[in-house]
Structures are given as structure tokens and as C-alpha cells.
């Protein structure tokens, strides 16, 4: 047996009992994948749960891909014919690769799943008014999750408004200058307007009550003030004093960001606002969201570049995929390194370091990890 036929196999006796936890089966489009290529070939069409059930544990793919478009006819071909009828909005998150690749660490897992967090909590929710019963979010079964928006309101969505969501998200063009303003007497003066006055004005700024990215930019502010102020010390050096911090902090919360008397404001509010983390255009696949031809992982399918599984995300504080991802059993194999590997946590439980052509027997979920990654072969 070589590793394929080892992975099929396994592959093959999870599937045997797989429920695709997906609404409209027969309007979705398939696609399967091996090794070589994730989406080997599209054009696939299931009348059924049980259906694509049988068939999964027939052909046993590495790679199911399913589409967020609804169709009329999903098979038909070229892309026209399938009646296009609606689809879900989708958000794909993956951590960046650094040195860890190609496997994952404890701390990409966490920062991509607190920006999965971010896009949930800090902008679908508030900003485009989705609620948490219309969402829902899986582990990628590899690096990120994806956030799958099921509402009627976002079916009929084209590419472009799409795109202006994912700009928005992206934070595009976004001019923080535009957040603050002047007053004198009641009267709003803009930039321009203030810089010809030469009577005393009341510098003003977004409060943290706000909506969009002037809120977020305000709160955003305050965390640091509260958090980390040495990160403000740019700002101005009264900031060093608890009690101008405070005055600093409760200005913001009012609306004065002039409180403690900053000079040079817009252009050191600037260089904040550049910094901070209110925004995710490189975790995004933009290509995702706004293509709603695009097939993405089935929803608890096996990923075969790892052989966890894309799990729900129920709750999604306590989530560890490491462990909660794993769905293999514990049961003996016997591997060989293929090339260096570092030391891994899975399901509770610490592998390696390993050296290069090692000969290890480790638990199946791992060694299907490490064969999926191309880290091993069978011994």
C-alpha cells in the first residue's frame, strides 16, 4: 500500500458516514481534488445529501470543494448555463507564511484566529448589521477559517458590490484627516477653513461610540492609551503623566481630542491610524468574496494537505484546531521522516523534533499529518 491508497482509505471510511452540513445541496456545485491539484475537476451535481455522501466515499478525494453560488443547473457547462440564482458571502482567512511553513504554529493559529474574530465582531456584525444566526464559521483545515454570511439580503450581491465590501473591510482609501474637524462658536470649519482662521478653535474627533472606521479608530485609541501607552508616546510626552493619560483618554470619549494641548495633531494621528490593526487586507482573499463562481472547501471535509477536518466552529473562544480539527483515530503507523520536522502539538499530545529519514510510529492522525504535508512516507 502507498500513501495515497493509505490516504484514500482512511478518507474513504470517514466519508462513509459523512452529513454535508450545508443547505440546498442539489443547487451547489462540486469540485474534487487529489495531491497534484485541489480542484481536479468542477462541474459536479448531487441531488442529494446522501447522494454526494456515496459518492465521496466512492471516488475518496483529498480535496472537496463546494460553491457558494446557488444554480439552477449546477453540472451545466460553460458557467452561463448553470442559472445563476444567488450566493452566500464568503470571508477566507489564512494565516501568512513565515518560518514555521509548511506546517503551522501555536501562534499563527491564534493570530488568524483573532482576526477572524476581528472581521466577525468588528465589522459583520456592526457594521453591516449581520447576526451571529446568520453566520457561519469554519476551520479551513489547515491554516484560517472561513466565515460563511447566510442571509437573503447578500444572495443577489454581484461582484462589484462585493468588492465594495472587501474595500471596506480592506479599509481602501481611507484618509483618517477626514475623521477630525474644527469648530468656533458652534460652527464646523474643515481643515483648510481652520488653517486660514486665526481665532481659537476647538479641535474635534471622532467619539468611541461612532460608527465605522472613525469609531473604530477612537476605541482603537483608547485600548492603546489604557493597554500599552508607551505605543503613544509619539503623540506627545505629557503622556508619560497618569493623570494627562486620563485627561487624554476621557477627551477621546467625548469627542476632544485636543485635550492636552497635541501640536502637529492630524499628521501624528496619521501615523497611528497607519499602524493600527482595525484593518485586514492581508488575511482577506478578496478573490473569494467577491467571485461567486468560486468553489471553496466542502464544510467537515477532510483537507488533504493535512487530514484534519474543515470543521464548524461552535464556540469559537475555546477552539483548538490542533485538537478539536482532528477526527482520525489513535492506533499505531509507522512513518519515515522525509525531511526535518519541528515539534508539534496535536490533540493534547507533543511530537518531535524529528530528524530527516527517521523512523518513528506515531498515532494515525499524525502520521496522516505528516504524510498529507509530504513530511513522510510510510515505513
Given at each position: 500500500m502507498n500513501e495515497m491508497q493509505f490516504l484514500q482509505s482512511r478518507f474513504g471510511e470517514y466519508y462513509k458516514s459523512y452529513q454535508p452540513p450545508i443547505a440546498h445541496v442539489e443547487q451547489r456545485?462540486?469540485?474534487?481534488?487529489?495531491?497534484?491539484?485541489?480542484?481536479?475537476?468542477?462541474?459536479?451535481?448531487?441531488?442529494?445529501?446522501?447522494?454526494?455522501?456515496?459518492?465521496?466515499?466512492?471516488?475518496?478525494?483529498?480535496?472537496v470543494s463546494y460553491s457558494a453560488a446557488y444554480y439552477e443547473f449546477p453540472d451545466a457547462r460553460p458557467m452561463p448555463k448553470k442559472n445563476w440564482l444567488g450566493a452566500d458571502l464568503i470571508f477566507d482567512l489564512d494565516a501568512e507564511l513565515h518560518s514555521c511553513a509548511p506546517f503551522i504554529c501555536p501562534e499563527c493559529l491564534e493570530k488568524i484566529k483573532?482576526?477572524?474574530?476581528?472581521?466577525?465582531?468588528?465589522?459583520?456584525?456592526?457594521?453591516?448589521?449581520?447576526?451571529?444566526?446568520?453566520?457561519?464559521?469554519?476551520?479551513?483545515?489547515?491554516r484560517g477559517y472561513h466565515v460563511h454570511v447566510h442571509s437573503p439580503a447578500v444572495y443577489s450581491l454581484g461582484r462589484d458590490e462585493r468588492r465594495e465590501i472587501v474595500n471596506y473591510i480592506a479599509g481602501a482609501n481611507l484618509d483618517v484627516v477626514s475623521f477630525f474637524g474644527?469648530?468656533?462658536?458652534?460652527?464646523?470649519?474643515?481643515?483648510?477653513?481652520?488653517?486660514?482662521?486665526?481665532?481659537?478653535?476647538?479641535?474635534?474627533?471622532?467619539?468611541?461610540?461612532?460608527?465605522?472606521?472613525?469609531?473604530?479608530?477612537?476605541?482603537?485609541?483608547?485600548?492603546?492609551?489604557?493597554?500599552?501607552?508607551?505605543?503613544?508616546?509619539?503623540?506627545?510626552?505629557?503622556?508619560?503623566?497618569?493623570?494627562?493619560?486620563?485627561?487624554?483618554?476621557?477627551?477621546?470619549?467625548?469627542?476632544?481630542?485636543?485635550?492636552?494641548?497635541?501640536?502637529?495633531?492630524?499628521?501624528?494621528?496619521?501615523?497611528?491610524?497607519?499602524?493600527?490593526?482595525?484593518?485586514?487586507?492581508?488575511?482577506?482573499?478578496?478573490?473569494?468574496?467577491?467571485?461567486?463562481?468560486?468553489l471553496l472547501r466542502l464544510p467537515k471535509s477532510i483537507h488533504g494537505g493535512t487530514g484534519m477536518a474543515c470543521v464548524l466552529v461552535n464556540d469559537f473562544a475555546a477552539f483548538d484546531p490542533m485538537r478539536d480539527a482532528v477526527v482520525f483515530g489513535g492506533q499505531p503507523v509507522s512513518v519515515k521522516t522525509v525531511q526535518q520536522v519541528p515539534a508539534i502539538e496535536m490533540k493534547n499530545q507533543s511530537f518531535g523534533p524529528y530528524a530527516d529519514s527517521q523512523t518513528i510510529s506515531v498515532p494515525e492522525f499524525f502520521a496522516i499529518y505528516l504524510i498529507c504535508k509530504r513530511a513522510a512516507v510510510l515505513a
Open positions: 456545485e462540486f469540485g474534487f481534488g487529489g495531491w497534484e491539484k485541489k480542484i481536479e475537476f468542477r462541474h459536479l451535481a448531487f441531488k442529494s445529501p446522501d447522494e454526494l455522501r456515496q459518492r465521496l466515499a466512492r471516488e475518496k478525494p483529498l480535496y483573532a482576526q477572524t474574530l476581528k472581521l466577525v465582531e468588528d465589522f459583520l456584525i456592526p457594521d453591516f448589521g449581520f447576526s451571529k444566526s446568520e453566520m457561519i464559521i469554519n476551520f479551513s483545515g489547515n474644527y469648530e468656533r462658536d458652534g460652527q464646523y470649519m474643515g481643515p483648510i477653513e481652520a488653517e486660514k482662521s486665526k481665532a481659537s478653535l476647538r479641535f474635534f474627533g471622532p467619539m468611541p461610540t461612532d460608527g465605522g472606521y472613525a469609531g473604530k479608530f477612537a476605541r482603537e485609541m483608547i485600548r492603546r492609551a489604557r493597554e500599552n501607552p508607551e505605543s503613544l508616546k509619539e503623540i506627545s510626552t505629557k503622556l508619560k503623566k497618569p493623570a494627562e493619560l486620563e485627561k487624554f483618554i476621557s477627551g477621546i470619549e467625548r469627542g476632544n481630542w485636543d485635550a492636552i494641548g497635541i501640536s502637529k495633531r492630524e499628521e501624528k494621528f496619521k501615523a497611528i491610524f497607519d499602524s493600527v490593526a482595525v484593518r485586514l487586507p492581508e488575511h482577506v482573499d478578496a478573490n473569494v468574496t467577491f467571485d461567486t463562481s468560486k
